[in-house]
């Protein structure tokens, strides 16, 4: 199995401002996901963030919003732009290989204040 | 597009007793199919998963999940709770496609409470 690190795994952080969160894979994968978990909710998706090309985001999200960088098979970023409180969530991120392995950090639990 | 169910939301057993949680899913394709436990500010852990091959499937801590295609079921069981099995369980489904490798759709969650 992979192995999922995060970074910051929490942060509190004013209104307007922008978070950017780390996720590290031990091993290199093809595809990256992000998801969001909203307070008492399930899973949503973001993104899907490919190496070597612009992520592909699910409806109700925009790029400008979430911009996700991936520069290489092993790590990708996460940001969410000009956060309000409606942003506090649980920002997890995943990676699979042929829709067998799906593994997940630890998660980043936001809360915008 | 697939789907998944979870029914009920909230599900509370006697610690010793059968676990039982319910998935169902939608799918055009044969389904890749999950299931996860998420422990209280914790991230997502992988219990079992079901690809092709044997429809009875064993993961850890216990669980098994039997996929049975005539009804689009994956519930998830265990034959005796333990008090520390109380967490959030979600199902989910892996979005088919070459390219859609780890895509997953989740469902609603359960969370199961195990009374002593």
């Known amino acids: 199995s992979a192995v999922i690190s995060q970074k910051p795994s929490r942060d509190i952080c004013q209104r307007g401002t922008s978070l950017t969160i780390q996720c590290q894979v031990d091993?290199?994968?093809?595809?990256m996901f992000w998801y969001r978990q909203q307070p008492g909710q399930s899973l949503t998706l973001i993104a899907t963030a490919n190496q070597g090309s612009e992520a592909t985001y699910e409806s109700g999200f925009v790029i400008d919003k979430f911009p996700i960088s991936r520069p290489n098979l092993t790590f990708s970023t996460l940001t969410v732009s000009n956060m309000s409180p409606e942003d506090s969530s649980i920002y997890l991120c995943s990676a699979g290989e042929g829709g067998i392995r799906a593994f997940f950090g630890q998660g980043t639990r936001l809360t915008v204040v | 597009a697939q789907s998944v169910t979870q029914l009920g939301s909230h599900v509370s057993v006697s610690e010793g007793a059968l676990v039982l949680l319910r998935c169902n899913y939608s799918s055009s394709v044969p389904p890749y199919l999950f299931w996860y436990v998420q422990y209280p500010n914790q991230g997502l852990q992988l219990l079992l998963k079901y690809t092709t091959g044997a429809t009875l499937v064993k993961g850890i801590n216990g669980f098994e999940a039997e996929f049975k295609k005539s009804e689009t079921s994956f519930h998830l069981t265990k034959p005796s709770a333990h008090m520390s099995d109380a967490a959030e369980y979600f199902c989910?489904?892996?979005?088919?496609?070459?390219?859609?490798?780890?895509?997953?759709?989740f469902g609603q969650g359960t969370e199961l409470s195990v009374k002593p």
């Open positions: 091993s290199q994968v093809t595809m």
């Open positions: 989910a489904v892996s979005v088919s496609g070459n390219n859609q490798g780890g895509k997953l759709i």
